[in-house]
């Protein structure tokens, strides 16, 4: 079931031509003056913030990469509570880097191309973007290629069997908890997933997924 999901995968994507890398990149730009839908800030106690802060535990003097970070909101709550760690926030969009600033560190990057070398970061993580990398395969395997051996990757998304409940572009990609577990289960030794809701007392709807994965 799961192979055959991503065999139609691998036949249904559309290429990352440079064309559309351009009209994503010019569609995040118009998105960053979006406060209300691109928010530059997140309320600490979101369970998303949460689980990825209880899952990478201490992060004293690491490192962690935020793939797709838009403008920084889940790196700056981490930079508050990790205050000797250096954050590297990435993103194809230079009008949502324009909103990280220092103590972070930004760079202009696509996801399917991270600019760094192999195992350099402790915590990777990737909240919302991954859907939009069109080469889902090559961006989840550069993500594993820069975490460490024994560091950790976290991926929360949408569910694609809620697929259709909001307007997207042509170009996003919903997953199925199967179908991602199995990508980073090519790179990663432990890998799990759950259905998470915005606050930890309510139910899960089903829409959103957190994968997180040890390498
Ligand atoms: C819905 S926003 C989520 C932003 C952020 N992770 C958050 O939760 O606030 C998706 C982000 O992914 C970025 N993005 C889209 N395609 C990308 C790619 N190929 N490489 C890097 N970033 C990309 C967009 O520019 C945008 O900032």
């Known amino acids: 079931m799961i192979g055959k999901i991503l065999e139609k995968l691998r036949r249904s994507a559309p290429a990352v031509t440079p064309e559309l890398e351009r009209r994503i990149r010019r569609s995040f730009d118009e998105s960053s003056a979006d406060e209300e839908h691109f928010p530059s800030t997140i309320d600490p106690r979101i369970y998303h913030v949460q689980l990825l802060l209880r899952f990478f535990g201490s992060l004293e003097n690491g490192r962690a990469l935020d793939v797709g970070c838009g403008k920084g909101r889940f790196a700056r709550v981490f930079a508050g509570e990790w205050p000797t760690a250096r954050i590297t926030a990435t993103d194809i969009s230079t009008a949502m880097l324009a909103y990280v600033q220092p103590p972070l560190q930004a760079c202009a990057a696509t996801m399917t191309t991270l600019p760094f070398r192999d195992g350099v970061f402790d915590a990777v993580y990737a909240t919302e973007s991954l859907e ?28 694609a069997e809620h697929w259709g409940k909001l307007k997207t572009p042509e170009w996003e990609r919903w997953f199925h908890r199967r ?4 990508l980073l289960g090519r790179h990663c030794r432990k890998v799990d997933s759950q259905f998470i809701s915005y606050w930890e007392d309510v139910p899960p709807d089903g829409m959103f997924i957190a994968w997180l994965a040890e390498k």
């Open 179 to 182: 179908e991602l577990e199995k």
């Open 132 to 159: 939009h990398a069109v080469d889902i395969e090559r961006a989840v395997a550069e993500m594993c290629r820069v975490t460490r051996p024994g560091g950790k990757v976290a991926v929360i998304d949408k569910n």
